[in-house]
């Protein structure tokens, strides 16, 4: 006579086989218990052990809900005091790996009488979540407001989090909101294979919480404190979301600011945009602002100007003199950047952006 299969080895082959067959939005571990639920019917025949173990899945969800998020606190880089009641974790200066779990951009916390302000929520949970520890360990104060740069995974992927622990307070510019609710899916998959299946897997989509602005937006944070939330315009990605905190002459340049890290043009980057929103950022604040830029360390006005600005001005004159000669792809890669050379991820970006910027100002000059 054929032996069914021991539970617990049933079990073990269905917590195993479980993030295989976990859907992207399905924690792999409550979608184990499901499973288990299933077989355990299937060899037995009856519903009572199916009915408990499916209460027992609904119930860890609930908690893993309410927690926002149920793991060890990852050592994420300590975050650095930018000035009283500001605090910044510096990401990694190059890509977003597996080793730095996605981390290469900055997430920030201000703390204000009321409750604390967070600008970028983190490449996915489990960063957001190790954040606000150190946020708790820094003060008492709720989390009360979250922000986030633009529409990319490393700003947006943890807002999930957030969400769930109890903040309601959600920011983005309507555009960047939008392209990352249509491209939420496949945003979320390629960081996974990037970044790691396990530690991005629990994000889910949050943008229907999101109160969005087009132009600019000021919050109310209590005690007479606002802060300016601005579209300082496109560039680096389509549009996005700096922060001026009027009370601390503070500002948050988002991607438009890069610091101590070669800044980089994406398929949808465009210099001329970037250059134009880095003028009208510039323009809006007073010139001694201190500045926390999208990566890289917390700045000044000047530095930040040259670090970015003044790295595509100079790339700007060099490209362009290739175009109006009539050059080719193979000079425009020969452009002498050796000064940036120093910068992380050079080797990655300097040909790129050359041939970035050239490909546009040949389009360009094929309209006129």
Same mark, same amino acid.
């Given at each position: ?7 617990? @080895? ?28 299933? +077989? =355990? ?17 609904? %119930?860890?969800?609930? =908690? ?17 005091? *930018?000035?009283?009641? *500001?605090?910044?974790?510096?990401? /990694? ?10 981390? $290469?951009?900055?997430? #920030? ?20 979540? !190790? ?11 709720? *989390?009360?407001?979250?922000?986030? %740069? ?9 807002? !999930? ?8 307070? @959600?920011?983005? %510019?309507?555009?960047? $909101? ?10 979320? +998959? ?7 299946? =396990? ?14 602005? %087009? ?5 109310? *944070?209590?005690?007479?404190?606002? =802060? ?10 389509? #549009? ?19 610091? +101590? ?7 949808? /980057? ?8 880095f003028d009208k950022m510039v323009s809006m604040v007073p010139d001694d602002v201190v500045v926390v830029p999208g990566h890289g360390t917390p700045t000044d006005l000047a530095t930040l100007k040259r670090q970015t600005y003044d790295y595509f001005a100079y790339l700007e004159e060099q490209v362009r003199a290739i175009v109006d000669a009539g050059g080719s792809l193979e000079e425009v890669d020969a452009i002498d950047q050796s000064q940036y050379q120093d ?26």
């Amino acid at each position: 006579m054929k032996r069914k299969p021991s539970l617990w @080895l049933t079990a073990a082959l269905s917590m195993a086989a479980s993030t295989a067959f976990a859907s992207g939005s399905q924690d792999a571990y409550v979608a184990s218990f499901e499973t288990y639920a299933k +077989e =355990v019917q299937a060899l037995q025949g009856d519903h009572s052990a199916d009915n408990a173990i499916q209460t027992y899945a609904q %119930e860890v969800a609930a =908690v893993e809900k309410r927690a926002g998020y149920i793991g060890d606190e990852l050592p994420i880089p300590k975050a650095t005091k *930018v000035m009283d009641g *500001v605090y910044t974790v510096v990401g /990694s200066f190059i890509w977003g790996t597996r080793e730095n779990f996605g981390l $290469n951009n900055n997430l #920030s916390a201000i703390i204000f009488p009321d409750g604390v302000f967070v600008y970028n929520a983190g490449p996915n949970e489990a960063v957001a979540y !190790s954040f606000h520890q150190q946020i708790k360990r820094l003060t008492d104060k709720p *989390v009360k407001w979250l922000a986030v %740069e633009n529409d990319q995974g490393h700003a947006y992927l943890g807002a !999930s989090y957030w969400w769930d622990v109890g903040v309601k307070n @959600l920011y983005s %510019e309507k555009t960047a $909101n939008e392209r990352w609710h249509r491209k939420f899916a496949g945003n979320k +998959e390629r960081y996974a294979a990037g970044r790691g299946r =396990v530690i991005t897997e629990p994000a889910y989509d949050v943008t229907d919480h999101f109160t969005t602005f %087009e132009g600019k937006k000021t919050v109310d *944070v209590g005690g007479g404190e606002t =802060v300016e939330l601005i579209n300082f315009g496109g560039g680096h990605t389509p #549009s996005m979301t700096g922060m001026y905190v009027p009370s601390k002459n503070l500002l948050f340049t988002g991607d438009l600011g890069f610091n +101590e890290r070669l800044p980089g043009l994406l398929h949808d /980057s465009h210099y001329k945009d970037w250059m134009a929103s880095f003028d009208k950022m510039v323009s809006m604040v007073p010139d001694d602002v201190v500045v926390v830029p999208g990566h890289g360390t917390p700045t000044d006005l000047a530095t930040l100007k040259r670090q970015t600005y003044d790295y595509f001005a100079y790339l700007e004159e060099q490209v362009r003199a290739i175009v109006d000669a009539g050059g080719s792809l193979e000079e425009v890669d020969a452009i002498d950047q050796s000064q940036y050379q120093d910068r992380p991820v050079f080797e990655q970006l300097a040909k790129p952006n050359a041939r970035h910027m050239y490909e546009d100002m040949t389009l360009e000059k094929s309209k006129n």
